[in-house]
């Protein structure tokens, strides 16, 4: 089978990367064609049609300045179905791009998945239609998103798990605290965690408040978990406290050696509550698009473990609640009090029980073989 897979960012290269390693040892004939990033390339041994990065846009500001470019590359990836003719296409999350393109590739005939569901029960209900009419198959990595669609929507979908164990179960500690800080000379203190997002925009919106109080935190050092997408240099643009650090490509490792974490809403929330690790969460973006989104997500929290427990579990501080004196007081809570981190970690248990069990690449693996079998 030839497979067509579109992923647009950092957590959907990931997921993507472990599906295609489950379809390779399903299907012998398996061959590849990507859209996505440098995990999915190396599962696959192919080159990528396009990296998520030259057309990885968020926030309403992101996607006006970038509008004709993200009309190019729409218009291109319908060009590049229509030439390789796969035997189905693979669509991972990044809903903005792939629900353009599902509607194309239904009217060609190829059978369409959808693994990762666009948060839809939050908002922009009404692509629901538009996946019902164009999405042959959806796979969700929540149970309560199987029951909004089935029962809100009679469109049935798959529970699979969250993909999320997958990775974190894939995850061997490599140091212990020590060697940890003296490999990436950290000086030997206890770590904060500092998640500022997988995007620039993030970055460059949230890392300047995320590190406002360090330096009230003396007996601790604050790290960055960097990705090697961005150099350096770049962090540093971001970076003026005394006591914040970068490590790359090692966030998994850096949150098992930290006492607490700050983290920009977004999937890397959910990965730091299945580590265990408190957590607090934080979102700023520009004044007109938190507006905006404001007036259409229906949702009393932003954060995934919130989300998911339906009740704040862990501190939650966005745009304007978003200062270094709430900061500090979230923060405070977090590492000092300790019936609110035993809380926050019972809560942990019970959100890791929701998720499901491992296992969800493999299973929609199975099922996409099952479907197309059909």
């Not at 996946?131 to 042959?136: E, H, P, T």
């Not at 900061?327 to 000092?336: M, N, R, T």
Request: with cysteine; net charge neutral.
């Amino acid at each position: 089978m030839n497979y067509y897979l579109i992923a647009g960012e950092a957590s959907g290269d990931l997921h993507g990367s472990n599906l295609i390693k489950e379809l390779r040892k399903s299907d012998e004939t398996a061959s590849f064609r990507i859209w996505g990033g440098d995990l999915m390339a190396k599962a696959a041994g192919v080159e990528l049609v396009k990296h998520y990065r030259t057309y990885d846009y968020m926030g309403i500001m992101e996607v006006v300045k970038h509008a004709r470019l993200i009309l190019n590359n729409i218009k291109f990836c319908k060009q590049d179905i229509q030439e390789h003719k796969p035997d189905a296409i693979i669509f991972i999350d990044f809903p903005g791009f792939n629900l353009k393109i599902a509607p194309f590739a239904k009217k060609l005939g190829i059978p369409t998945f959808f693994y990762i569901s666009p948060t839809v029960w939050a908002w922009k209900e009404s692509r629901v239609k538009t996946i019902k009419a164009n999405v042959d198959h959806m796979f969700v990595e929540l149970p309560f998103v199987k029951d909004f669609y089935e029962k809100r929507h009679n469109y049935y979908v798959d529970f699979v798990g969250h993909p999320l164990l997958d990775s974190i179960a894939q995850f061997k500690e490599k140091h212990t605290a020590e060697s940890f800080k003296q490999a990436n000379n950290l000086p030997d203190k206890k770590l904060i965690a500092v998640l500022p997002g997988s995007r620039e925009y993030e970055i460059r919106e949230n890392l300047k408040t995320m590190q406002s109080i360090s330096e009230k935190y003396s007996d601790y050092q604050f790290v960055v978990a960097g990705m090697s997408r961005f150099s350096l240099d770049f962090y540093q643009k971001y970076i003026t406290a005394s006591n914040l650090s970068v490590v790359f490509d090692q966030t998994y490792e850096l949150l098992k050696k930290s006492d607490a974490a700050i983290v920009v809403s977004g999937s890397a929330t959910l990965e730091t509550a299945i580590l265990n690790v408190p957590e607090i969460i934080v979102y700023q973006t520009s004044p007109i698009t938190f507006y905006l989104g404001k007036l259409f997500v229906k949702l009393k929290n932003l954060g995934l473990p919130n989300l998911i427990m339906e009740h704040q579990i862990v501190p939650e501080l966005l745009q304007s609640d978003m200062n270094p004196k709430n900061l500090a007081s979230a923060l405070d809570s977090i590492l000092f009090d300790e019936k609110f981190r035993n809380e926050i970690l019972d809560n942990y248990a019970q959100l890791r029980d929701k998720l499901g069990n491992e296992g969800a690449a493999g299973r929609v693996s199975s099922l996409v073989q099952k479907y197309l079998q059909k």
